[in-house]
């Protein structure tokens, strides 16, 4: 699946928002706006010569059986350092 193939995030969430509680809602929208901030950190890490990738090192699981994926950005600095 390309990126162009993906439906965009604000249509999944919307899938999805009509079966959560007020509770859940209000927990994805601060997930998606902290990832907001993290893509744009992303972003400015790209744009000062570095490649980052996000890897997941672990999995938090509830009682209930929910989880969800802990990550941490892999960095590699490039070898042709520009001024």
């Known amino acids: 699946m ?14 999805h928002a009509s079966s ?20 744009e950190a ?3 890490c790209v744009n000062h010569g570095l490649s980052i990738e ?3 090192v672990k999995r938090c699981h509830s009682e209930t059986g929910y989880w969800g994926d802990m990550i941490v950005p892999v960095i590699v600095k490039q070898s042709n350092e520009r001024g």
């Open 42 to 44: 992303v972003m400015n």
């Open 54 to 56: 996000l890897q997941r």
């Open 20 to 39: 959560m509680s007020a509770d859940q809602d209000a927990a994805i929208r601060i997930l998606a706006n902290e990832l907001h901030r993290v893509n």
């Open 2 to 15: 390309t990126l162009s193939d993906k439906p965009h995030l604000k249509s999944r969430f919307e899938d």
